[in-house]
């Protein structure tokens, strides 16, 4: 049973959502500070380039996994003086952040005498626990088959949801996300807020990226992360700005991606550009329906998102 | 008040030589200033003379450029507003700074050091609603801001000051958003605070509320300390003087030609709000060719529906418009401009005129697709230029420069040049609300005469409004409007503030006040 096209599948949309739940969830915890960062494609490929990298001089998995967080930390940092203290337009910076970090990790990968490029992982994340716990029909794998990043993934969904919603910081987060010069009155230091929680959405989504070179495709290639860094903006719309919706929207979008292997296995003769195109045909539709009309304003977007703020505008 | 044991102790606050300037635009010059402890100390002046700066600067939003603040006694250096509360001062700004999507009680929470790291609902729902009966400011601490009264949202902000234990309290033209009642009970709970020993500083640009509920004066114009006086003292007369640099003159107020034939008539009007509620709810109304109608109320009541309905940029999802007998509910904003409905709207910059074109660019931008303006697809440059500058000669607009985009120009001539763009088009109502908003006294009278010589002129005129002095003063037929509903309507003559503050906040006229 837990061997059946139906598991494989779950098992696999679960794998290819992972980078999606760090991606969509560090973009929420960024845009309830009221920045956009359309760099999120552009950190996740760095991230999984230095992870990668990381991993390849070391042999050690955690190392690349901190290379990774840094990584995506240190692009967005870029973002947030942009953003916050230049305040120049987000969604140019975002941009240019996406065409940098995708350049930047290409050449790193052909960089030097013996180039990461085509190389394998010295290290590749496993499943974890025991595995007879994985002969447990059906969430044996589902619960018990995982690698620590999926773990850790999910203890950061539930940590981020209980930050946003039921601790101090998280309150003045959204506050400032909503209205920084209340915030400000409030006694809050919305720069400081920001710059924090870009960097926060950074290095998850540099995360998120060095799952695709240290587990899903354990090797380097010019960009193996897809389009990824896309895909987590527009989840952040369909999870309304809340993490535990990340996590599911992630996985239906992983099982989405995961359909044209499906598909084949069960011998179904769907053209396979058609299923490619599926995760994306998906977002934009969810998209329309999502946005459209009266329902845009209970979806949850923090109002101040995209305009920046400066304390002195008459 | 004055109690001798205080002339030792220093001001609980005292600002020297302060100098705030914006752009090169002087705000405030050379302000000293004190505060007592335990008083009452308004801030009177013009829209303009520096009073919001002022405050601003003590409150620790803006950083003043020289000079210095002391609080008893000790020179204070405030960088931001944190600093300020936590040194005890709190500011309630004109525009209130609550998170609106937040409850009552995350925005009390909001900032605050004292609260722990981990939010409880409930014991923050607790300790909000035990403050709030504390000061006899009930609130819900469940509400969220935007469900709330605007005189309710002003209760909040005290509340969060209050939660805060500010010892000093700056309330930014507080009344210019509550009906006269809701303006009293805030003036009993100020002295309240006062006698608990905390200092108020209380900014207006009302004289008869300065003298009610201040202890001294202290009056600014153009950004200059003009005068300090205990308010006991002071005749209203020598403050207006102050205030405005000459003696006041009242408006006064021709009465209105005869009045003609009805040209907008609102039949059952309904329009919902952007959350989707009916704010307008089931409204008629006529206006006559030669009349002006004004429209009282607190703002959030259905003005900017009803406004906007009839002008066609809100939907109407109910009842009918009618303009000179022809139908027009729901045509296109284009048609019912060319049907005669000039427009006036609360918001200048960005509904009423396009803020980076420049002043002739904005002076057109309604008859711009015909002759002379264009020919055809052409635009005709030459006509912009001509017809700009007689229209800004006309009506005195200044400060223009050839290129210069209009969002430079000061409140005032901003409000002349919309003015003269919807005046001069072929028109028959004009619908203009809070036309005088945020103008000072020269630029307020010429608004406001242009406004009686298109009645006299027989305009229909709908003047929707939070101002009662300039709904006295221009209207010949008061409606008042609560909720999206009439509660109320009488000829100017019989209106009184009191009647109409009872109206405002939803009392009908049936019952007894």
Redesign the interface.
Known sequence: MNESVLMLTLMAGIGLGTPLVFGTVGEILTERSGILNLGVQGMMIFGAVMGFWATFVTGNLWLGVLASLVAGAAMSLIHAFNSVTLRVSQIVSGLALTIFGTGVAVYIGKAGSDPLIGQPSKAVFEPILPEALSDIPIIGPLIFGHDAIIYLSWAMVAAASYYLF???????L??VG??P?????????VSRVRYVHVMVGGALAGLGGAYFSLALVPSWQDNPIGQAGWISIALVILASWRPWRALWVAYIFGIAGRLNFTFQTLEINVPATLLNMLPFLLAIIAMIVLTSG?RA?FLGAP?ALGIPYF??E? | MADPAQISTPPAVELRKIDKS?YGVLANADVDFSLSRGEVHALLGENGAGKSTLCSVI?G??RPDSGEMLMDGEVVDLK???DA??AGIG?V?Q????????TVA??L????PE?????SQSELEAEARELGERYDFPVDPTARIWQLSVGQQQRVEIL?LLYRNVRILILDEPTAVLTPQEGQALFRAMRSLADEGRSLIFVSHKLHEVKQVSDRVTVLREGRVVGEVATADAEPRDLARMMVGKDLELPTREPNAAIGEPVLVVKDLVVAD???LDAVDGLSLTVSAGEVVGIAGVSGNGQRELAQGIVGLMKVSGGSVELSGKDVTSTSVLRKIKRGIAYVPQNRLGMGLAPGLDTEDNLALKQFREPPYSNGPMLNQKAFKTKGAELIKGFDIRGVRPGLPIRLLSGGNLQKALIAREVTQDHCVLIARSPTRGLDVGATAVVREQILAERDRGIAVLLISEDLDELLALSDRLVVIYEGKIVGEMPASEATAERLGLLMSGHSEEQPA
């Open positions: 039921r601790t101090r910081p998280g309150l003045t959204r506050a909503e209205d010069a209340s915030a400000e009155a409030a006694g809050i230091n009266k304003r109002a304390r002195e008459r | 914006f409150a939003l803006y931001s507003p944190k509360l936590a500011m700004y525009h209130f700074r609550l998170v609106s999507n937040l995350e925005n929470a909001l900032g605050n609260v722990g790291l981990r939010l969060k952007d959350r989707g």
